[in-house]
Structure formats: structure tokens, C-alpha cells
């Protein structure tokens, strides 16, 4: 017998329940958000929230594998394709910024996770899983003479997710598209800001 989705107030399913958690969460804080916080938001009771979700820290979890999950079927594709390592570290970094893009306030949430919670030291533990596909990724790319071996491949990978992951301090989704700024991204990664000129 097929059971009956849960429905809430109408407007107001799992998903759009997510997605005004993730924005108070990003506003006031995890920690500074309570249950009562959201419903007040939400113009809802507890008791609906409580329809949908068995806890706060549920919300959390779903919103941080909403970000994760993301990356990793990006680092899933390119682990699957062949070619140069180089190559595939690039296709990472736009999936990376694509994903960052469209699911904005999620990533913003997952990068300002501290630990503070078990969900939070679990979405830390996969980002950590990422972060060692990125270094692999360097390793190979630098073994096969294509990145410069001077910098130790996790400083690299660091410094180049260290620049994607800002884009959350300051992109905002008007005017350039995901794809134009991973773009922008790559060249600046991967080519340099320079144009070879001498300076004078």
C-alpha cells in the first residue's frame, strides 16, 4: 500500500521549509537560531515543523549534504573521466563553482560550519574527503609536469579552493552566469592574471 506524502501548510513543503532554515541559519547562525525562530519566520507552529523534520540539527544535516552532495557528484564525473590530470583538476574547479552557484545559501552554510555539533563535524569530515580529492588531483597533475612542483600539492589545492569557496562572500546571482564566473575562475587559476608582458 503506498502511504500518502506528509503535507504541511500548503507553501510550505520539506523543501521550501529547507530553504527559509538555510537563510535564517546563514542570518542569525546555527547555533543562534532556535526551532521557535523558524516557525515565527515561517508563520508556522512548531508542530508543522515538526511534520516535516524530527529536529534542528536535521535541517542542518539536510542543508550540508544539500552543498556536499553537489561536489561530489562533480569529483565522482571527474574521477570517472581520463586525460590528464591537469584537465580533470580544471573540469573539478568549474563543476566546484557551478554547484557553488546554484546551491548558494547551502554552501555558504556548509563553509561556515565550525564543528560545533555532530552534524557539523560529519559535513566537516566529508569536506575533508574533497579537499584529498583535490590534493590527488595536484599530486597527479604535478608528477605529470603540469603544475609546479615548489608548492606542496595540498598548499595548492588550498589556495585554489580557497579562492572558489570566496566567491560566497561576495558573488550574488545577477548579471554573470555560473559559467561565465567559472571561467573567470579557471583563467585566473590556471593562466595567471598576467598578460606575459614585461614589466617596464
Avoid at 573540469?91 to 560550519?113: K, S
Avoid at 583535490?134 to 609546479?148: P, S
Avoid at 548579471?175 to 608582458?197: H, M, Q, Y
Wanted: with cysteine; net charge neutral; aromatic share 6%.
Amino acid at each position: 500500500m503506498k502511504t500518502a506524502a506528509r503535507r504541511g501548510r500548503p507553501g510550505y513543503d520539506l523543501e521550501s521549509l529547507l530553504v527559509v532554515a538555510v537563510d535564517l541559519f546563514n542570518e542569525r547562525g546555527y547555533d543562534g537560531t532556535s526551532m521557535e525562530d523558524l516557525a515565527r519566520r515561517l508563520g508556522v507552529t512548531k508542530a508543522a515543523i515538526y511534520h516535516h523534520v524530527s529536529s534542528r540539527d536535521e535541517l542542518l544535516r539536510l542543508a550540508t549534504d544539500r552543498a556536499l552532495d553537489g561536489l561530489f557528484e562533480v569529483a565522482d564525473e571527474v574521477s570517472g573521466a581520463s586525460g590528464p590530470a591537469l584537465a580533470r583538476l580544471e573540469r573539478l574547479v568549474r563543476g566546484a563553482v557551478v554547484v557553488l552557484v546554484e546551491r548558494l545559501p547551502f554552501v555558504t552554510l556548509l563553509l561556515r560550519a565550525r564543528g560545533n555539533t555532530e552534524v557539523e563535524r560529519a559535513a566537516l569530515a566529508r569536506r575533508r574527503q574533497f579537499d584529498r580529492i583535490v590534493t590527488d588531483l595536484v599530486r597527479q597533475a604535478e608528477a605529470e609536469g603540469d603544475i609546479r612542483p615548489d608548492v606542496d600539492p595540498a598548499v595548492t589545492s588550498r589556495l585554489l579552493f580557497g579562492m572558489v569557496n570566496s566567491l560566497v562572500e561576495w558573488y550574488r546571482p545577477r548579471g554573470l552566469s555560473p559559467e561565465s564566473l567559472a571561467d573567470a575562475v579557471c583563467k585566473v587559476a590556471f593562466d595567471g592574471i598576467t598578460t606575459g608582458r614585461a614589466p617596464k
